[in-house]
C-alpha cells in the first residue's frame, strides 16, 4: 500500500496495491499492521455503507466529545468527490478542507482522522460508499455544518440545481457555529 500524507495533518490517502491478472484483481484493502507502521493507529469497530444517486451530497457530517470519529472511506461502485475539513479550533489549517476523487476504478481509500467533519458528492450515475469507523456511532454526539457553507467554500462538483441533500443537511449549521471541545 502506498500512504499519501496530505495538507491536512493526519488526512492520508491509501492507494493499494492492485494484482491483476485475466481473472480480475485482487488487493488488500485493510491491514492492521501496514495501517499501523504508516502512522494509523486507529481500530475499527463499526462498518457502514450507503448507495447514492448522482447529485447527492452527504454531509458534512462529525460526531463530537468521547463518540468522535476517524473514518477510513472508500468507494465500491461509481465515483465520488469525497471532502475533510479540519474541524479543530486548535489546529492551524482549521477551516480548511480537502477533496479526493474516490472510485470503483483507482481504488483509493481516505483515512479521516477524529476532528474532521466528513462528507462527499457523487459524480457518477450512483455510487456505494463503504466506511470504516473506529467509535460507535451516537445521535446525541452528531454535528454538522451545511455543505455550501461559504466560509469553507467547497466545490462538490455538481450544479446547484442538480444537487439532492437531506433536509437534516440543508438546515446544518456554520463553521462558526462549531463548539469548543
Known amino acids: 500500500m502506498n500512504f499519501i500524507k496530505t495538507e491536512l495533518d493526519g488526512c492520508v490517502i491509501v492507494e493499494p496495491a492492485i494484482f491483476a491478472d485475466e481473472r480480475g484483481y ?5 491491514n492492521e499492521a501496514e495501517f499501523f507502521r504508516n502512522g494509523i493507529t486507529a481500530r475499527f469497530v463499526q462498518d457502514n455503507q450507503s ?4 447529485g447527492v451530497i452527504r454531509g458534512l457530517h462529525c460526531q463530537l466529545g468521547e463518540h468522535a470519529q476517524a473514518k477510513l472511506v472508500r468507494v465500491l461502485q ?14 492551524p489549517t482549521f477551516g480548511r478542507h480537502i477533496a479526493v476523487e474516490l472510485s470503483a476504478e483507482n481504488q483509493r ?12 458528492s457523487v459524480l457518477s450515475e450512483t455510487a456505494v460508499f463503504a466506511y470504516k ?11 454538522g455544518i451545511r455543505y455550501d457553507d461559504k466560509e469553507i467554500g467547497i ?16 438546515q446544518a449549521n456554520r463553521l462558526g457555529d462549531l463548539p469548543h471541545e
Open 109 to 120: 481509500q481516505l483515512f479521516i482522522p477524529r476532528g474532521f467533519l466528513h462528507g462527499f
Open 155 to 170: 466545490d462538490w462538483k455538481i450544479p446547484a440545481d442538480k444537487v439532492i441533500t437531506s433536509e437534516k443537511d440543508r
Open 26 to 30: 485482487f488487493f488488500e484493502s485493510y
Open 78 to 91: 461509481g465515483r465520488v468527490l469525497d471532502v475533510a475539513v479540519d474541524a479543530r479550533k486548535e489546529s
Open 51 to 54: 448507495k447514492s444517486s448522482y
Open 133 to 143: 469507523c473506529d467509535n460507535f456511532y451516537c445521535k446525541a454526539s452528531e454535528f
